[in-house]
T-cell receptor, first 110, second 115 residues
Framework: GEDVEQSLFLSVREGDSSVINCTYT??????LYWYKQEPGAGLQLLTY?????DMKQDQRLTVLLNKKDKHLSLRIADTQTGDSAIYFC??????????FGKGTRLHILP | NAGVTQTPKFQVLKTGQSMTLQCAQD?????MSWYRQDPGMGLRLIHY???????DQGEVPNGYNVSRSTTEDFPLRLLSAAPSQTSVYFC??????????????FGPGTRLTVL
């Protein structure tokens, strides 16, 4: 079947904004999630958006959802060294499968 | 609460051996799942369960069996290990199983090497 697509790497200067993009597969997905994985650890939920919303803002994080194109993005404002991690998008299918993308490794440049 | 626990943390197997990866949670979560994480492949869903007695296949179920006899435990069995099963395995659990918001809590992972 189709995969949830993300670019594998992103480098951003400290203080700039980071934008991580994701294309998901199922237009019936109810929720879209962003998870963060720090080195040697499991994943933790960062933020999420319900499928009937276009945008969600949570402090430095902004999630944009384009249902027509099945495109999801995560913007991190004022990127800090602590934001260095792998970011996964995930879609929640109607049959309760939760499918993850390959992850985007965010590298912060000084 | 201990959260989601996984044992063992590390395991080395020979091709053809069998073993069970253990996963337990003490949060009374209905939904549990197993993922494997491989470089460049991200997280892939192996099996999941929306409650005790119910299991279903994910994206990559071949070579793995699961059962869910209790709410707390969701073991993953490798019947005849193959080198292609070398990976890091994550178990996760969450409270809301059916189409509602589902924040998954992940265990620390089991790093499995098959020689």
């Amino acid at each position: 079947g189709e995969d949830v697509e993300q670019s594998l790497f992103l480098s951003v200067r400290e203080g700039d904004s980071s934008v991580i993009n994701c294309t998901y597969t199922d237009s019936s997905s109810t929720y879209l999630y962003w998870y963060k994985q720090e080195p040697g650890a499991g994943l933790q939920l960062l933020t999420y958006i319900f499928s009937n919303m276009d945008m969600k803002q949570d402090q430095r994080l902004t999630v944009l959802l384009n249902k027509k194109d099945k495109h999801l993005s995560l913007r991190i404002a004022d990127t800090q060294t602590g934001d260095s991690a792998i970011y996964f998008c995930a879609e929640h299918h109607p049959d309760d499968k939760i499918i993850f993308g390959k992850g985007t490794r965010l590298h912060i440049l000084p | 609460n201990a959260g989601v626990t996984q044992t063992p943390k590390f395991q080395v197997l020979k091709t053809g051996q069998s073993m069970t990866l253990q996963c337990a949670q003490d949060m009374n979560h209905e939904y549990m799942s197993w993922y494997r994480q491989d470089p460049g492949m991200g997280l892939r869903l192996i099996h999941y369960s929306v409650g005790a007695g119910i299991t279903d296949q994910g994206e990559v179920p071949n070579g793995y069996n699961v059962s869910r006899s209790t709410t707390e435990d969701f073991p993953l069995r490798l019947l005849s290990a193959a080198p292609s099963q070398t990976s890091v395995y994550f178990c996760a659990s969450s409270y809301q199983p059916t189409s509602g918001f589902n924040e998954q809590f992940f265990g620390p992972g089991t790093r499995l090497t098959v020689l």
